[in-house]
């Protein structure tokens, strides 16, 4: 069945980098395109960042400049490289296939001092 696995959270302090990894499985990867999204805590889950089939990318006006998204077909992967980051970036992240409607446990990111 549609998989997806995230990992790569953690604890880092403003201004810090992470990247996230989303290992995908179960549907033709590189004929889907793909999202990451994130939920902070009593809000709802928001979209953050997508890439097309053609490696044509996306951002969420919050985010832009700061985050990165790329995918490696090989892997069934996708991945958020995420710099310079804030303490309200602070969330569990997901990813999702566009065509797909289940989602994975998520990784948390915590931004703090």
């Known amino acids: 069945q549609v998989q997806f696995v995230e990992s790569g959270g953690g604890l880092v302090q403003p201004g810090g980098s992470l990247r996230l990894s989303c290992a995908a499985s179960?549907?033709?990867?590189?004929?889907?395109?793909m999202r990451w999204y994130r939920q902070a805590p009593g809000k709802q889950r928001d979209w953050v960042a997508g890439i097309s089939i053609g490696g044509n990318t996306v951002y969420a006006d919050s985010v832009k400049g700061r985050f990165i998204i790329s995918r490696d077909n090989a892997k069934n992967t996708v991945y958020l490289q995420m710099n310079s980051l804030k303490p309200e970036d602070t969330a569990v992240y997901y990813c999702?296939?566009?065509?797909?409607?289940?989602w994975g446990q998520g990784t948390q990111v915590t931004v703090s001092s």
């Open positions: 999702q296939g566009s065509s797909f409607s289940n």
């Open positions: 179960g549907f033709t990867f590189s004929n889907s395109a």
